[in-house]
Every structure is written in structure tokens, then in C-alpha cells.
């Protein structure tokens, strides 16, 4: 069989996934402050960030990564288990650990790498990692890498959870639960207190990944044995985390390959994610969740209990058109298609921040209704 060049494979590759409608741009954008964004010349108001409550560029956040940066320099030099490991780091491990009301936490360079580090630190063949069906792509690669038998169980379907449960632990060893407190692409949150009884009856452990709660859910239950989450979301720095018990993560220290070989964070990250701890164990309502309720009044939809609102609009090709109209309107919001989100479900995803004001929610919902993309009331 003759064989094809590097180059002819790459471009039929890239001409397959255009030709559904799913090529991916890395436009340029900037931000100067939480919600708006500047991309080739036009400024629009961002319904597409995650940085929830405006502190990647809050004054003293910045304040704080450019002191760090003045003492401590640019970048780690090392990682964490040479000479990397600031102190900063144990200063932030201990704040995480004592907001999560777990008794130990350990810092990642991402979400992404808490995720691939920590499952396969704690399964591995023999084992089974039973997912909810809409959990976050890096929770999936973490299982992959694990060795574990994956298994993915019915979106926020608790008996689906208890059947596939009940037959893992027949032959399995272990089994961990991962599902997400507030799911990403959706913005519902989890039934946490059911799948926690769930797997405290079964005797599986769960994992939750409160990368879109954290300092968004504020009044959330703690279940589970391990929680992981990021430092880049709604903490506008850098960075991932776990927390769990001592045992736990002194097991993940000891094992987790993203941790060993990797550098460790530049000291103005986490400079900045303890600024932004200290921001968050302060307040008192979710205003992006409010933000996000007042929205999904105004159009006419179920409220998601979170700063997240999909709305499905139909083909790939329709979410990328209704998102170039809002642009057009001078609102930015992502169209989100697959494999992100599964086959037939593309949609437009809004994110609502703390610093949305009642106005732009409400030129937002004018602008919907005008274009046609949800019914006038
Ligand atoms: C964003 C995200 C992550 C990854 O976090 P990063 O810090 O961006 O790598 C993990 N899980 C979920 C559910 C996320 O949305």
C-alpha cells in the first residue's frame, strides 16, 4: 500500500473535520477588564469568559502577582520535588484544603493536570472509574490513562449510577464516582447529595470536579473523598487543585507524574490564587448566578443554578451563524459544538459574571429576541 506524506494526511484530516462544520479558530483576544473583550479592533461585551467574578484583573490580584514577580523572578526554575516548591505554595495548599473543609490539598499547574494526575494515581487496572456521561474531557483522559475499566453512567441519573455500581463492585476491586458539582457545557449542577449516599451504600469512592463552582456555588454540601477544581476559572489566576484527606494526598504526592515532571507554578500564580482565596472566602451571594437567573427570566427558560446557560440551537453550522449575529450585535458568545458537547446538542454557551451589569444582561436578551434565536415574550 503506497503510502501518504505527513502533509497530505495532515490536510485531509483538517478538511474532514471542516467540511462538518467543526474547524477551530485561535482568534486573538484581549481583555482588560472582566467584561469586555477586544478582538481584531472591536470591542464586545464577553458572555464567553469563565474568569466568573472579574479578579483576573482585579487591581489587587495584579497588585499581588507583580510584587511576587518583583522578589521572586519570572518563572519557578524547577519543579515542585527540586528546587521549585516555593512557599507560597504550602501558604495556598493550606488555604484550599481549609475552604474545601478537606484536611489536605496539593497544587497543580492546571485543572487539566489535577485531573490526568489524579486518577491515575489512585486506579489502575482491576479497578473501575464509573463517569457521568457528560463529565469533562480530562476527567476521561485521567480514567484512560489510569488503566481502569471506564464506565459512563446516564447524566445526573442516580439509579443509572446505582445499577452500573452495583455491577463494577461485582468483580472490581476499587471503584471511584467522578461526576462535576456544576457541569460545564450545561450549567446544571449535580444531584450530590443522592450519588454521594449512592456510593457510600455500595462502598465507592467519589471524586468531584468543582472547576465551574468554585466561588460560584457557594453554599455547596462537601460530599465526596476527594474534590478537585481550578485556580483559573472563577479565581482568575492559574492553576488546579485537590483536596482530600492526608492519606489521600500524600498517595498522590507520591505517585502523581504531572506533579514529578513537571515545572513547578511561576510564584506570582500563586501569589495571585491566594489574593483570589481570600476574595472568595469573603463573599456572601453568587451575583454571576444571579446574573445568570435574571437572564434565563428574562428569555423565558428554566434557570440553571449556575453562572453557565447553554442554549441549543441546532445544527453546527446554526450555532456558528446565531454566534456571528450576536458578535455582529456587539455581544461575544461562543458557539459550542462537537466533540465538546455530543453529537447533535450544538449550542450557544453564555457565562455570566459578577460585573455584568443589569443593563448589558438585558441588551443581551433584546438582541436574542430580535434576532430570533429565542421566541419574543
Ligand atoms: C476547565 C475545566 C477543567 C480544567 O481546568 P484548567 O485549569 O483550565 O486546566 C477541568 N474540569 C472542568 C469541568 C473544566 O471545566
Known sequence: MSAISLQEMARLRVKAISDNDRLRVLG?????????????GETYINFSTNDYLGLATHPQMIEAAVNATKRFGVGSGA???????HPLYTQLEARIAAYKRHESSLVFSSGYAANIAVIPALMGKGDVILADKLSHACMIDGAKLSGARLVRFKHNDVADLEAKLIN????ARNVLVLTETIFSMDGDRAPLG????????HDAWLMTDDAHGFGVWLDQPKVGDICMG????AAGSFGGYVAASH????????TARPLIFSTALP??????????????????SSKSVENSNSFCEIIGIKPTESAIVPLHVGSEAD??????KLKDKGFWVNAIRPPTVPVGTSRLRFTFSALHTPTMVQALSKALKELGIVAPT
Not at 28 to 40: A, C, K, L, N, P
Not at 319 to 324: H, M, V
Open 230 to 233: 481550578t485556580l483559573s476559572k
Open 168 to 171: 463494577a463492585k461485582a468483580t
Open 247 to 254: 492519606d489521600v494526598i500524600e498517595c498522590i504526592k507520591q
Open 79 to 85: 519543579s515542585r520535588y527540586v528546587t521549585g516548591n
Open 194 to 201: 443522592d450519588i454521594s449516599d449512592v456510593c457510600k451504600t
Open 28 to 40: 486573538s483576544y484581549e481583555r482588560h477588564d472582566g467584561v469586555h473583550i477586544s478582538h481584531t
Open 267 to 284: 510564584p506570582s500564580v500563586l501569589a495571585a490564587s491566594l489574593e483570589a482565596l481570600s476574595y472568595i472566602s469573603e463573599l456572601s
Open 319 to 324: 450555532a456558528l451563524l446565531a454566534s456571528q
